[in-house]
């Protein structure tokens, strides 16, 4: 018989014994197993790309694979910065912003191979580290970055999760949202939307899925395909075999960037 994950979770705890460390029981457990899915799968592309095909063009214009590693070790090294800021409580904003710097990436990028493998690596360990030493009031606080914007804690692994399966798609090397944990692609189609479609009145059908997603009343636009078809549209990697009733695709606002190219 399958177990759910948490009770896989409650079966390691009970083999690891009381010495070992795990979340605080009000941690977002369900963003953090999709972060952690997420990270093991992005290692597993990278593991199978030779140091050669690092050089080759992701799916992200003027971004080589390279560059996208290196994007998705500091992403994760300022995020543990982050959390680790809000965890011990020192006074006043995050001295940066939540984007990964131009300088970091073009210093990322001149790193032997051997070394953006284990900035991924090394990055993802600190940031789980970091989350699996916040407590239960930890993850109920928010912290303000210098351009005055205010992040939850409890945001963070939901924001890894979701730059992290998107960048596996980008790194062109294989990565599919069939992939992807289904609840986590029903977030990813809500995200998306929420994000990128006009305002209007739409209604997703995943035909895959037992509910359909309508956005404002009496839809005039059906929007049909499966959820896989539907998240890879919103995410802006293609219409799949999405149909459209009532009218044509609707255009999408732009992604946002990834960091500066």
């Known amino acids: 018989m399958s177990q759910t994950l948490e009770e896989a979770r409650i079966a390691l705890r009970e083999r690891q014994g009381r010495g070992a460390r795990h979340d605080a029981a009000l941690a977002p457990s369900q963003a953090l197993d999709w972060a952690r899915l997420g990270t093991a799968y992005f290692a597993r592309l990278l593991n199978d790309l030779s140091d050669r095909a690092l050089d080759e063009p992701s799916a992200v214009e003027g971004f080589s694979r390279r560059r996208l590693v290196a994007y998705a070790g500091y992403h994760a090294r300022l995020l543990s910065e982050f959390v680790a800021w809000g965890r011990v409580g020192v006074a006043g904003p995050f001295p940066r912003n939540l984007d990964v710097a131009a300088d970091d990436l073009e210093f990322g990028i001149t790193q032997p191979s051997r070394a953006l493998r284990h900035l991924f690596d090394h990055s993802a360990v600190h940031l789980n580290v970091e989350w699996r030493d916040l407590s239960n009031e930890g993850w109920g606080r928010s912290v303000a970055d210098t351009t005055g914007r205010k992040t939850h804690l409890r945001d963070t692994p939901l924001t890894r999760a979701r730059k992290l399966w998107l960048l596996a798609i980008d790194l062109n ?28 009145r739409f209604a997703l059908v995943a035909t895959d899925r037992a509910a359909p997603l309508i956005m404002g009343q009496a839809p005039a636009i059906i929007v049909r395909g499966t959820a896989r078809d539907l998240v890879g549209w919103l995410s802006g990697k293609g219409v799949g075999k999405l149909s459209a009733e009532g009218g044509a695709l609707p255009a999408l606002a732009p992604p946002p960037a990834i960091g500066p190219a």
Do not use: H, N, Y
């Not at 949202?177 to 289904?182: G, L």
């Not at 809500?190 to 209007?200: I, N």
């Open 173 to 200: 090397s294989g990565g599919r949202f069939a992939d992807m944990p289904a609840d986590f692609v029903d977030f990813l189609i809500l995200d998306q939307a929420a994000r990128r479609l006009p305002t209007g």
